[in-house]
């Protein structure tokens, strides 16, 4: 080996720390790389992405290929290094070497080539593929005994390494996607997406029409006054019933009635046999379940009855709807009209809001896992109900209610404290 030019020596050093370089930068790539965004590109016929894809169904034996080349590569480049430290500065240079070969090696073949492939892996892993996909058939002898000896110790310690990775995405890991995608996603179809995911979440009883602003026919008034309240509702489909809610008989479409109108004396009779029969759903019901639910039955709207089969509701597939895509309402001027801004930064809202519509409307965060509307709040958390206006405060969100009427809080003003705000309260005098 003393005939071999120093410079030889050193040029094969030199490469040798390349390729192991490589290996360190192919491992990390490897392994750094997205496997859902893999499997896409893998679906566009990407070719770097298949054969990564191909490397990547059995991770042992891309481990064990890359750590044989690796390993082979560093034990050449410190004897190469051991020899050239010999020649320059005799025994004591093999001390030398070590440590410079250990910097050296730290430095231009792990560190760095990690750092890179770790910020860049499909620039890294898809060319690499190219090498590593031949090196494995060559290699596979030495490949499969290593990974044989090692599946062994691996079972011996409990672990079975053909045991295939779980890479499907919980409904919370999903939810973080969408809302750390940032520009990718436009703003309004991520709050879509989040909407939907949030489906099985929110039953029908926290999106209905409450049983008291319910708009429907009785029956047993006269024919002229049905007939006037039917054009006189904003609503396409008006439920019928017998002298209390209760007691539904039908649910009547506008449309249905158009030939009612164009007969000369139009009776009960006539307007019953062009009703439908109503369908009925458990408060309970989560609004994922219920959109199935509608499309299979094919009804447009609900009664949301609770476990004793009284009527509390009334919910339709607009609701549902609403609840992905945001407010159909045709007068998109009024945000909510249960909402009123005030000057002072204080909001005035009818005691019948829903909690959650709040909280959409003004990006807050009051509690909805109790009652379902602001009066609701505001009674458990006073555990009775106030006689005169109070105060009180839940969190951040100051509350002073406005007008109570029939044991019942019609307005509340509203306002959100800062966290500076809060600090300064909690201040010792």
Same mark, same amino acid.
């Given at each position: ?13 030199v ?7 490589f290996?360190? @930068?192919s ?16 679906k ?8 990564? /894809?191909?490397l990547l ?10 750590l044989?080349?690796n ?8 004897a190469i290094?051991t020899?050239? /430290?010999?020649?320059?500065? =005799?025994d004591?240079?093999? *001390?030398? /070497?070590? /440590? ?8 231009? *073949? ?14 890294? *892993?898809?060319p ?8 494995? #058939? ?5 490949v499969?005994?290593?990974?044989t000896i ?29 809302n750390e995608?940032?520009?990718?996603i436009?703003?309004?179809?991520? @709050? ?13 009883e ?10 429907g &026919? ?10 006037a ?5 904003p ?9 209390? !809610?209760n ?12 030939p009612?109108? %164009?007969?000369s ?29 509608? %499309? ?6 609900? !009664?949301?009855?609770?476990? +004793?089969?009284?009527?509390?509701g ?11 895509? =945001?407010?159909? #309402?045709e007068? %998109? ?5 249960? &909402? ?6 204080? +909001?005035?809202?009818?005691?019948? #809001? ?6 959409k ?16 709040l ?14 009180l405060?839940?969190?951040p +969100? ?15 003003r509203i306002?959100?404290? *800062?966290?500076?705000?809060? @600090? ?6």
């Open positions: 080996m003393s005939e071999i030019p120093i410079g030889y020596l050193f040029a094969s050093l490469f040798l720390i390349f390729l192991s370089a290996f360190s @930068s491992e990390t790539g490897m392994m750094s790389l997205n496997r859902y965004r893999l499997r896409h590109l893998v566009q016929k990407h070719r770097g992405a298949m054969r990564a /894809a191909k169904q059995r991770p042992d034996r891309l481990i064990g290929v890359i044989i080349g390993n082979f590569v560093n034990i050449l480049a410190s290094a020899m050239i /430290a010999l020649r320059l500065m =005799g004591a240079g093999v *001390a030398v /070497a070590t /440590a410079a070969l250990t910097l050296v090696i730290l430095i231009f *073949a792990e560190v760095t080539p990690k750092t890179v492939a770790a910020l860049k892996p499909e620039q890294v *892993a898809f690499a593929s190219l090498i590593l996909r031949p090196l494995l #058939a060559i290699l596979y002898p030495f499969w005994i290593v990974n090692c599946n062994g110790l691996l079972r011996l310690l409990g672990f079975n390494a053909n045991a295939q990775s779980n890479d499907h995405l919980s409904t919370e890991e999903l939810r973080t996607i969408v995608a940032g520009a990718l436009p703003r309004r179809n991520q @709050s879509m997406l989040l909407s939907i995911l949030d489906l099985e979440s929110v039953t029908v926290d999106v209905m029409i409450p049983r008291n602003e319910i708009v &026919i009785d029956i047993n008034d006269d024919i002229d006054s049905i007939l309240t039917i054009s006189q509702s609503h396409t489909r008006l439920p019928l019933y017998q002298d209390e !809610l007691d539904i008989v039908g649910v009547i479409h506008v449309r249905q009635i158009l009612l109108l %164009q007969m004396n139009p009776s009960k009779e006539d307007l019953l046999n062009l009703s439908r029969e109503p369908y009925f759903i458990p408060e309970s019901t989560a609004l994922n379940t219920q959109l199935l639910n509608f %499309q299979k039955a094919r009804h447009w709207m609900a !009664l949301v009855v609770d476990e +004793y089969g009284d009527i509390q009334l919910t339709t597939l607009e609701d549902i709807l609403e609840e992905i895509v =945001g407010d159909m #309402a007068d %998109q001027d009024a945000d909510n009209e249960d &909402i009123h801004p005030q000057e002072d930064g204080s +909001y005035f809202v009818d005691g019948t #809001a829903t909690i959650r519509d709040v909280n409307a003004l990006n807050w965060d009051l509690p909805v896992d109790g009652p379902k509307t602001l009066n609701g505001i009674t458990e958390s006073l555990e009775e109900i106030p006689q005169n206006n109070v105060c405060q839940l969190g +969100y100051l509350i002073e209610t406005v007008q109570i009427k029939d044991n019942f809080i019609k307005t509340a306002r959100r404290q *800062a966290m500076r705000d809060l @600090s300064e309260e909690n201040q010792p005098m």
